[in-house]
């Protein structure tokens, strides 16, 4: 959608078109949007996966010791394209989410600062990165981790324009008294007319088959969409390209960050039912929890849960349900289960987040989650936490 000067609004071309909003009954009989939900669903596998791949490299460092110093690189290395993959399973759910997680008060200069460190020696040689950020602080309220993947996303796509190298600035200023704004600019390509109305479009992309799904900038349209801004794009071919994300201004009220304290593991000799379609994620929980001296008892779909339950119903004192589940969800394990033993404790676990999971009445608000991909170390603490919780 062209805006009075010039420039296209996120969502532009797709707000013309687009389906009214669902209801919210809608929503809980999933009729959604197809490409939202799509995107729910890549996500959901991809933690599952990820899960496998975070957790036994986890292990494998566990057991690594100072003589191999080579194999704990290799497993950092893992790790850190896993928090990428993560991080992009996040953005996934994000984008067919509608609303916000983590939000809090923030500075987007720091955010604008922690996105410098991240890239300045990430860019092209040949590509100059200014950043001109405002002498005042730019309270915003918003999840700094979105905020970081929305200018990655548009700086690796200034970058991209430049093949030959050029200038890419990144500014942020005063749009209004109660709006903030963070610019990227570019000298590179610019963005063809006939396709500047599509850019924010799920899928569509300028670039080549193997060089972008068309969702970066879909993605980034939604979360700033969330956050109750607008992402802007104005652009002459040959002469470069600015996209411009404007927020409202935060209350300047004080708040502290939480300090995140060090988790502590701790085994035990309880029975625990695990309730997992997921071969491999399955066997990853079973194995962690059993190393750390529980007794596992197995189950790969819904029913089997409820038989394997009803054959150990005095044995169990936690039950881990995946939340998704083939035969019957981990909703109706859970009530089937606490029929038989009515003060059972739970851990649901899912590939969505647990908003997504609310959202979609699969679960409600009271109960305990834990959200994919799982790392060993924080289900062990939930794990215990939840044992030594009194009834």
């Not at 296209?8 to 809608?26: F, I, K, S």
């Not at 292990?59 to 993560?86: F, W």
């Not at 008060?105 to 460190?117: G, Q």
């Not at 899928?203 to 109750?228: D, E, M, V, Y």
Request: proline share 5%; net charge negative; with cysteine.
């Amino acid at each position: 959608m062209k805006t009075p000067d010039g420039s296209v609004e996120e969502g532009g071309a797709l707000a013309d078109r687009a389906q009214p909003e669902p209801t919210q009954a809608e929503l809980s009989r999933g009729r959604e949007d197809p490409t939202r939900q799509f995107a729910a669903i890549v996500a959901h596998s991809l933690n599952n996966l990820l899960t496998s791949i975070i957790g036994y490299t986890n292990l494998v460092q566990s057991n690594l010791d100072e003589t191999q110093p080579n194999l704990k690189s290799y497993t950092e290395h893992i790790l850190h394209a896993a928090d990428r993959a993560s991080r992009l399973a996040r953005d996934l759910l994000a984008f067919s989410r509608r609303s916000v997680t983590n939000a809090r008060v923030l500075d987007l200069n720091d955010v604008v600062r922690t996105v410098r460190a991240l890239l300045a020696h990430v860019l092209k040689s040949n590509i100059e990165f200014l950043v001109q950020l405002s002498p005042s602080p730019l309270p915003v309220f918003a999840d700094p981790a979105a905020l970081e993947q929305v200018l990655i996303n548009l700086i690796t796509n200034a970058q991209d324009a430049m093949p030959q190298g050029g200038c890419l600035t990144v500014r942020t200023g005063l749009a209004q008294l109660s709006r903030c704004v963070v610019s990227v600019s570019d000298t590179g390509t610019g963005i063809a007319p006939d396709a500047i109305d599509r850019i924010f479009e799920p899928f569509f992309t300028t670039k080549g088959a193997t060089s972008g799904t068309g969702l970066g900038l879909a993605i980034s349209s939604n979360i700033i969409k969330q956050h109750k801004g607008r992402l802007t794009v104005n652009s002459t071919p040959g002469k470069g390209t600015t996209f411009e994300i404007i927020l409202p201004l935060a209350h300047k009220e004080a708040y502290r960050e939480k300090e995140v304290e060090p988790v502590v593991v701790v085994g035990g000799s309880e029975t625990i039912l695990v309730a997992e379609d997921e071969p491999a994620v399955r066997n990853l929980v079973s194995l962690v929890l059993r190393e750390w001296g529980y007794t596992v008892i197995e189950a790969a779909d819904g029913e089997d849960a409820v038989r394997q339950f009803a054959d150990h119903k005095g044995l169990v004192d936690l039950a881990i349900l995946d939340v998704v589940m083939p035969k019957k969800n981990g909703k109706e394990v859970y009530r089937d289960l606490t029929r038989m033993k009515p003060e059972l404790r739970a851990l649901f676990m899912s590939g969505y987040i647990k908003d997504v999971v609310l959202e979609r009445g699969m679960l409600d608000e009271r109960v305990d989650f834990i959200a994919k991909p799982l790392v060993p170390n924080d289900l062990l603490h939930r794990v215990r936490q939840m044992l030594d919780r009194p009834r």
